[in-house]
């Protein structure tokens, strides 16, 4: 079993459409979880930091469940610019530091 | 913000060359570096963590004798591909460990593209 599991998509939504991408880790130790946005042929950029309460900056809100070890990201009125590969990145031990990445769920957003 | 280089960006060359990768850090110190790997529709992989005056630490299955890793200083990391074959045609990405808001966060690199021949 993959450490950190994403469905691949890819998710093909309109414009202006809501978009949910979910992810489930394996470790029920990790620390730090993280949503982190890639470009094509290009380094992974930080999305967001996910904390327990949830949190929302601006039209991206993220959402963690730890019980069931499950992560959400949800983007509203989608641009065409959010057209990425969004990677689910968890810090298992803060001492480590070291991040395990998902694979991926690619988004393309139609005119 | 904080900024990490790597260069070359791109590189083709042939089978049996030995290639070497930096990543630095510009306008920060950073002690911890990470390096990566990843290939095509694939994810990041861990391939070491890269400590400033100490041995880099490797992940299970990388073989430290083919992939040479130096932290010579606070700011520069360098990852050397020995006798490179095609299977090892990747894009590897370095990471530099900085002060983020409130708690330490990887600053990644743009990558460099690896093509053997």
């Known amino acids: 079993r993959k450490e950190v599991e994403q469905d691949p998509g890819p998710f093909n939504v309109p414009e202006g459409a809501t978009v949910a991408f979910n992810c489930t880790y394996s470790?029920?130790?990790?620390?730090?979880f993280f949503w982190y946005r890639q470009d094509c042929r290009k380094e992974p950029k930080l999305l967001m930091s996910?904390?327990?309460s949830g949190n929302e900056d601006g039209r991206f809100t993220a959402q963690l469940n730890r019980a069931s070890q499950y992560i959400s990201l949800l983007i509203r009125d989608s641009k065409l610019s959010d057209s990425a590969t969004y990677l689910c990145?968890?810090?298992?031990?803060?001492?480590?530091?070291?991040?395990?990445f998902g694979s991926g769920t690619r988004l393309l957003v139609r005119p | 913000g904080a900024v990490v280089s790597q260069h070359p960006s791109w590189v083709i060359c042939k089978s049996g060359t030995s290639v070497k990768i930096e990543c630095r850090s510009l306008?920060?110190?950073?002690?911890?570096m990470f390096w990566y790997r990843q290939f095509p529709k694939q994810s990041l992989m861990l391939m070491a963590t890269?400590?400033?005056?100490?041995?880099?630490?490797?992940e299970q299955g990388v073989e430290k004798d083919k992939f040479l890793i130096n932290h010579a200083s606070l700011t520069l990391s360098t990852l050397t591909v020995t006798s490179a074959h095609p299977e090892d045609s990747s894009f590897y990405i370095c990471?530099?460990?900085?002060?983020?808001?409130?708690?330490?966060?990887?600053?990644f690199g743009p990558g460099t593209r690896l093509l053997v021949l």
């Open positions: 990471s530099a460990l900085g002060a983020g808001q409130g708690q330490k966060t990887q600053y």
């Open positions: 470790n029920s130790a990790s620390q730090s």
């Open positions: 996910v904390y327990s």
């Open positions: 990145v968890v810090n298992e031990k803060d001492s480590s530091y070291k991040l395990i």
């Open positions: 306008d920060f110190q950073a002690t911890t």
């Open positions: 890269s400590n400033e005056g100490s041995k880099a630490t490797y």
